[in-house]
């Protein structure tokens, strides 16, 4: 039963209660696909096996040409249609803790389980690059060197992060003054 959802141009977030009991606090960050991508990619693709078919027949030039812009065509497939993540999931489960999920468009699902007593505290962290500037929600676990990327995959705005966040921290039983964000409106 979904209990909360925001949308955006790139991103849905749902906040799901799949489960009569309270104790499984379920969210979803699913990214939205523009069809008009993939229409321009394969007919793209077309348009250069075509003209690979015309050179053999017409111009009388090698097969190993029609070979070629095959081989072209698997790599312009794979540069632009490169990214097959469909949603990120985050299972909370206070009791045992943290399940973090990525499923492919492929049908592969990838779960990572941090136990909840690892988890020191949930942070919302903002990465600045010379080309652009993003949110992040990460884990601090204890016993690890590196923090623990809630989504590895995509990069939803800080509105619907805040929501994943208040609920990790409500989960890790960190105190308010810990867990504090200012939202400016």
Same mark, same amino acid.
């Given at each position: 039963m979904v209990e909360f959802s925001i949308s955006n141009a790139r991103y849905n977030y749902v906040h799901d209660q799949k489960y009569p009991s309270e104790d499984v606090d379920i969210h979803h960050i699913i990214l939205k696909r523009s069809g008009a991508k993939y229409y321009f990619v394969y007919a793209l693709v077309l348009l250069v096996l075509a003209c690979g078919f015309y050179m053999y027949v017409f111009e009388e030039k090698s097969i190993s040409l029609v070979y070629y812009s095959l081989l072209f065509d698997i790599l312009l497939v794979k540069?632009?249609?490169?990214?097959?993540? =469909?949603?990120?999931?985050?299972?909370? +489960?206070p009791a045992f803790g943290v399940q973090?999920? &990525?499923?492919? +468009?492929?049908?592969?699902?990838?779960?990572?389980?941090?136990?909840?007593?690892?988890?020191?505290?949930?942070?919302?962290?903002?990465?600045? @690059?010379? %080309?652009?500037?993003?949110? &992040?929600?990460?884990?601090?676990?204890?016993?690890?060197?590196? +923090?623990?990327?809630?989504?590895? =995959?995509?990069?939803?705005? %800080?509105? +619907?992060?805040?929501? %994943?966040?208040?609920?990790?921290?409500?989960? @890790?039983? =960190?105190?308010?003054? @810990?867990? @504090?964000? &200012?939202?400016?409106?």
């Open positions: 540069l632009l249609l490169r990214k097959p993540v =469909n949603k990120e999931s985050v299972v909370i +489960m973090l999920e &990525t499923h492919y +468009m492929s049908g592969k699902v990838i779960r990572c389980f941090v136990p909840i007593d690892k988890i020191l505290k949930p942070v919302l962290l903002e990465c600045v @690059t010379p %080309v652009t500037c993003y949110w &992040t929600l990460s884990l601090i676990v204890r016993e690890e060197s590196e +923090m623990v990327l809630v989504f590895k =995959n995509l990069r939803p705005p %800080v509105k +619907m992060l805040v929501h %994943v966040w208040k609920a990790l921290c409500a989960a @890790t039983d =960190n105190k308010e003054e @810990t867990c @504090t964000h &200012t939202e400016s409106h």
